[in-house]
């Protein structure tokens, strides 16, 4: 985790720091529903590298938001998930996805 001197000092700035870009936020909605596999992960976002998926999934494991089990078996099994402190940032995600819905809506056909 980071100090409290590495963070900006406006709170939504900290809080954008944590979640910014496109995969974080999309990783944190698949990792709100359950724990999930690096290669499942992988499948159903469409488009992000490996490179990137590890990076994301690394800064959220070292920002304490997702956590990366090892099950230390053959075949090898590891999964992510969200940590409690993680899961603080699930209504965040669902204000998100309460506006695109709504936005969605009002849009012409």
Avoid: H
Wanted: glycine residues 6%.
């Amino acid at each position: 985790m980071k100090t409290k001197d590495e963070l900006p000092a406006c709170p939504v700035a900290t809080a954008v720091s944590l979640i910014g870009g496109k995969w974080k936020l999309l990783i944190l909605r698949n990792l709100k529903e359950r724990p999930w596999r690096f290669n499942e992960l992988m499948r159903d976002l469409d488009g992000i590298s490996q490179k990137v998926l590890t990076d994301s999934l690394r800064q959220m494991i070292d920002d304490g938001l997702a956590y990366r089990k090892d099950y230390r078996q053959l075949p090898p099994k590891v999964e992510y998930g969200l940590t409690p402190l993680g899961r603080e940032m699930l209504p965040i995600i669902d204000a998100l996805a309460d506006f695109g819905t709504y936005y969605q809506s009002i849009l012409a056909p």
